[in-house]
């Protein structure tokens, strides 16, 4: 399985993606099409952490005061379910690997996967 959760919107997202072969993936946009709880579990299986996809950058996390909290896996579970904002895009699974957001490393990894 090749697919991407991405959010058409972002600027990031748009540069990661053209430098991307997309005809082998299954593009999903997560704010006009929101992950399930069954691909949020999927997703977890591969990274085996709710934070690991978790983005503390997300303006609401500073907006709803979550960095004054004690956040535990179940928390970030729900609040993943409950905002697209708050998963670390993109989110890139290739068969049995996952590659969560757009550090320069994670990118390498992906490429050197894809190759």
Request: charged share 30%.
């Amino acid at each position: 399985m090749k697919k991407i959760y991405y959010l058409r919107t972002c600027d990031t997202c748009k540069r990661i993606l053209s430098s991307l072969p997309l005809d082998e993936f299954e593009l999903q946009d997560i704010k006009s099409n929101p992950i399930t709880t069954n691909q949020l579990d999927e997703m977890v299986a591969l990274s085996k952490s709710y934070e690991a996809l978790f983005s503390k950058r997300a303006k609401k996390y500073t907006a709803m005061g979550l960095k004054h909290e004690q956040l535990k896996e179940a928390d970030f579970r729900q609040l993943l379910l409950q905002e697209y904002t708050f998963l670390k895009r993109p989110v890139i699974i290739v068969d049995d690997d996952i590659f969560i957001g757009n550090s320069k490393a994670t990118l390498k990894s992906l490429l050197e996967k894809l190759n």
